[in-house]
């Protein structure tokens, strides 16, 4: 029913394009979190992922919440790792049928290693973002309402056959007309265009999302463990930049401009005469894939170089310019051989695909500051304030047995250098992982969505690097940039404890007024103090102990049912029946209500 119901709400929002309607082609607001506006396509698609949100919950709570209770505690751990793998397959084939969004927030997913378990992420680490292509007709339609002429005289020629599909869009290639290849300089583009209907999809799935948000809010299991509302409002950011094409183009022209003096580098040209933000044109500059090893021999390419100098690329993104590309998988970056004779390089690498970006704020740098500092001192407190400061741990975390775990790996590697570390025995790390990983993994640990995405690109650009140069090593080309930020950031140290320093006479300086005014206050009758919080926990206190009396009252009216069964039927039933309420104020009455 899922496929069959997106399909038709392509399908009507094509039709409206095909009828010449200048609004944009999907009825609700994009991004709007209600359910019963658009197409009844989107409805069912909206019931189809409640639905199925709602069966796993179901599952989680019977296994984690009720037969724990039962003393099953034992039960629920064994089924544990099959279960998250059940759920993992499950989701990855509704992703695969429903496409547009959904495949997005696998791939989210699989990322999300700091909030879900290793069963859920290594299931759908191989959702591919690829999907068959719009029938050309569609995808002609939308592109001559957002450009507001036909193909014809917008383009010279356009390829019917789609150069790649992905779930939000696909591309073309097409050449630029006489006129327009004059004003801009280029001829051969590719053409961006989204796939019809895709925003009232993405409506439809980010409701549904934010619906099953609150729910996971609400579970005591969940809630401790990840800020689930949060998570899905940073998804839904990325989604709104990644669905807008002037966003994307605008990524362009940034790391363009980033990379203006470096004759290493390059990216496509935005033509802005003929993008909007479904159709998006950019110059032509395919060439050989970073990773086509046979390819870059040929041309007389040494993949060992690279890969060093794509290393160095993405580590200028983070150091020096704070704006990375977030996606840099082979499809993304070409390697383009260039004119020897011209006294420049042999090559240079070349980016596309700019629509997922992601910046580095002054808050992470100052937190990221803090971390070298940290681990530079051996400081494991230190290091656990960074990390709160960055906004990796959650308020709710016990950082103690982190602070132990730390000053036990400050101990055994805190001396060594890059070099000295490269050459450690990994058997060493795999010991010191196996004996924390328990403690690591019960930390409310939640990325913030930049640092996440920052931590995607190094990830992939140290896989990339390996398969190009089997001994390429990340502490190489990282141990410069790491020295250099020290270096900088050792001048700030003295700015930071003059201010400290003159923060705490402030404090000595008003501190005898403040005395002198507690004094005064107790004198006249007027000190007062904050018990709500004492209240509070009192309060917490009562509700347990009605629970612990209705889960006892539950447990007597079953046994008691059960021993009238053969006597009395009915009023054994009865009794069977009336021990749900009991029940439920057990397992449901100490809930916070929001």
């Known amino acids: 029913m899922g496929k069959a119901d997106a399909d038709a709400g392509v399908n009507e929002d094509a039709d409206a394009v095909r009828a010449g309607s200048t609004a944009p082609p999907s009825a609700p607001a994009p991004f709007a979190d209600d359910a019963g506006r658009g197409t009844p396509a989107h409805r069912a698609r909206y019931r189809r992922i409640v639905g199925f949100a709602a069966r796993e919950f179901l599952t989680v709570w019977w296994f984690e919440l009720v037969l724990p209770r039962f003393g099953l505690a034992s039960r629920a751990e064994r089924t544990r790792t099959a279960r998250l793998q059940r759920f993992a397959r499950r989701f990855h084939a509704l992703a695969v049928e429903l496409g547009g969004l959904m495949i997005k927030v696998g791939q989210f997913m699989s990322s999300r290693l700091d909030v879900l378990p290793p069963e859920i992420t290594a299931e759908l680490e191989g959702l591919q973002d690829e999907v068959p292509a719009v029938p050309f007709a569609d995808i002609r339609a939308l592109a001559e309402v957002e450009l507001g002429v036909p193909l014809a005289r917008a383009y010279a020629w356009f390829d019917e056959t789609a150069l790649a599909a992905a779930s939000l869009g696909q591309a073309h290639r097409a050449r630029l007309s006489d006129q327009d290849a004059e004003d801009t300089g280029l001829r051969d583009v590719v053409v961006k265009v989204q796939r019809p209907g895709i925003d009232g999809i993405v409506a439809t799935d980010l409701a549904a999302l934010r619906r099953v948000a609150r729910w996971a809010s609400r579970v005591r299991l969940v809630s401790n463990r990840v800020d689930a509302p949060a998570l899905v409002e940073e998804f839904a950011q990325t989604c709104r930049e990644e669905i807008d094409y002037l966003h994307e183009a605008a990524g362009a022209e940034r790391f363009a401009a980033d990379f203006a003096g470096d004759q290493r580098v390059a990216a496509p040209e935005v033509v802005w005469e003929r993008s909007t933000r479904r159709v998006l044109t950019l ?222 006479v402030g404090i000595l300086w008003r501190l005898p007024k403040r005395l002198d005014d507690v004094i005064s206050s107790a004198d006249n009758g007027t000190l007062s103090f904050d018990t709500s919080r004492l209240e509070r926990r009192l309060d917490t206190l009562v509700g347990i102990g009605k629970r612990v009396v209705s889960a006892v009252l539950f447990m007597a009216l079953v046994v008691g049912g059960a021993l009238m069964l053969a006597p009395a039927p009915v009023l054994a039933w009865i009794l069977i029946g009336v021990s749900a309420l009991p029940l439920l104020h057990a397992l449901f009455g100490g809930r916070r209500r929001t």
């Not at 060439?287 to 993949?303: E, H």
């Not at 700019?354 to 940290?374: C, Q």
């Open 283 to 504: 110059s032509d500059v395919t060439a050989i894939k970073i990773n086509d090893t046979a390819a870059l021999r040929a041309a007389g390419i040494d993949p060992t170089d690279v890969a060093n100098v794509f290393a160095d690329v993405m580590l200028d993104q983070v150091f020096t310019h704070g704006f990375v590309h977030a996606d840099p998988h082979p499809g993304n970056i070409f390697v383009t051989p260039l004119d020897a004779d011209a006294g420049g390089p042999a090559w240079r690498l070349t980016f596309v695909d700019f629509g997922m970006m992601t910046s580095v704020p002054d808050s992470l740098r100052a937190g990221l500051r803090t971390l070298v500092i940290a681990v530079a001192g051996r400081d494991s407190k230190g290091l656990v304030a960074a990390a709160q400061e960055i906004g990796v741990l959650l308020p709710s975390a016990d950082t103690r047995e982190l602070e132990r775990a730390l000053t036990t790996l400050f101990a055994r590697f805190g001396g060594m250098g890059f070099a000295e570390l490269r050459d450690v025995d990994p058997r060493e790390f795999t010991g010191f992982a196996t004996e924390f990983t328990d403690t690591v993994r019960e930390l409310p640990v939640q990325l913030p969505e930049n640092l996440l995405l920052l931590i995607r690109a190094v990830s992939l650009t140290s896989g990339l690097c390996s398969a190009l140069d089997p001994a390429f090593n990340i502490w190489d080309p990282v141990e410069p940039y790491a020295a250099k930020l020290l270096q900088d950031e050792g001048g700030n140290l003295v700015q930071d404890f003059s201010k400290q320093a003159a923060a705490n």
